[in-house]
C-alpha cells in the first residue's frame, strides 16, 4: 500500500459526459502529479500541483483540468469525453518538488472506460 | 526533455540475474536516473535511483556508465513475481519542480 488513494477505481461512462478522479496524497506529501496510460501504453504525465499551485504540464488537453485543495486532495476533471480518453489514470505523490530522493508514490488508478 | 531508449520485452529465466539496459545519451549532469515496475496495471512501484555512482538495495542494482550515457538494472536472482514492466526514467528539474517523464518501459517475462 503506497499511501495514495485513488477514487473510483473503475468508471463507466458516454461519450460527451464529464468526469471527475479524485486523488488522496500520502499524509507529509505536498506534491500530487497526474499521469494517463491507454491500452499498452507507457504513462504520459499531464499536470503537476504543489501546495495547490500548478507546477508543471504535460500533454494535457484542454477539456482536461485539475486542481489540488487546500487539504491537499487533488481531482483530474475530464470533459466532453472521447471514446480515446478510455485509460487509466494514475496519481502519484511525493513530499516536495524540491526533495532529494524524489521518491513517487503511485496510487493504484482509476480505470476510465468511455462507450 | 532528455528521453530514454529501452528494449521492448525481455525473458529472463527464473533464478538467473535480470540484466535490463536503458540509454540516455542526452541526459544532464544533474538529472537523476529512476527504475519503475509496473505488475499487470497496477500503480507503478519505485526500485532505485541513481546519480552517477552505482547503486544497490534490497531489490535490485543500478549499475551507471561512466559517461552517464546509459545504464543497466539487475535483478540478481529474478522470480516469476517479477514478471512486470520496467520503466527507466530521467528525473528532470524545469522551472523550480522535478519532473518524472516515463517511456515505453521493457516487458519483463520471468520464465520458470
Known amino acids: 500500500d503506497s499511501g495514495v488513494t485513488q477514487t473510483p477505481k473503475h468508471l463507466i461512462t458516454a461519450t460527451g459526459q464529464r468526469v471527475t478522479l479524485r486523488c488522496s496524497p500520502r499524509?507529509?506529501?505536498?506534491?500530487v502529479y497526474w499521469y494517463q496510460q491507454s491500452l499498452d501504453q507507457g504513462l504520459q504525465f499531464l499536470i503537476q500541483?504543489?501546495?495547490?499551485?500548478?507546477?508543471a504540464k504535460g500533454n494535457i488537453l484542454e477539456r482536461f483540468s485539475a486542481q489540488q485543495f487546500p487539504d491537499l486532495h487533488s481531482e483530474l476533471n475530464l470533459s466532453s469525453l472521447e471514446l480515446g480518453d478510455s485509460a487509466l489514470y494514475f496519481c502519484?505523490?511525493?513530499?516536495?518538488?524540491?526533495?532529494?530522493?524524489?521518491?513517487?508514490?503511485f496510487g493504484e488508478g482509476s480505470r476510465l472506460t468511455v462507450l | 526533455d532528455a528521453k530514454t531508449t529501452q528494449p521492448p520485452s525481455m525473458d529472463c529465466a527464473e533464478g538467473r540475474a535480470a540484466n535490463l539496459p536503458c540509454n540516455h545519451s542526452?541526459?544532464?549532469?544533474?538529472?537523476?536516473v529512476y527504475w519503475y515496475r509496473q505488475i499487470h496495471s497496477q500503480g507503478p512501484q519505485y526500485i532505485i535511483h541513481g546519480l552517477k555512482n552505482n547503486e544497490t538495495n534490497e531489490m535490485a542494482s543500478l549499475i551507471i556508465t561512466e559517461d552517464r550515457k546509459s545504464s543497466t538494472l539487475i535483478l540478481p536472482h529474478a522470480t516469476l513475481r517479477d514478471t512486470a514492466v520496467y520503466y527507466c526514467?530521467?528525473?528532470?528539474?524545469?522551472?523550480?519542480?522535478?519532473?518524472?517523464?516515463f517511456g515505453t518501459g521493457t516487458r519483463l517475462k520471468v520464465l520458470a
Open positions: 526514467i530521467v528525473r528532470l528539474f524545469t522551472s523550480g519542480t522535478y519532473k518524472y517523464i
Open positions: 500541483y504543489y501546495n495547490g499551485e500548478e507546477r
Open positions: 542526452t541526459i544532464s549532469g544533474n538529472e537523476y
Open positions: 502519484a505523490s511525493s513530499r516536495t518538488p524540491g526533495h532529494n530522493t524524489g521518491e513517487l508514490f
Open positions: 499524509s507529509g506529501d505536498l506534491s
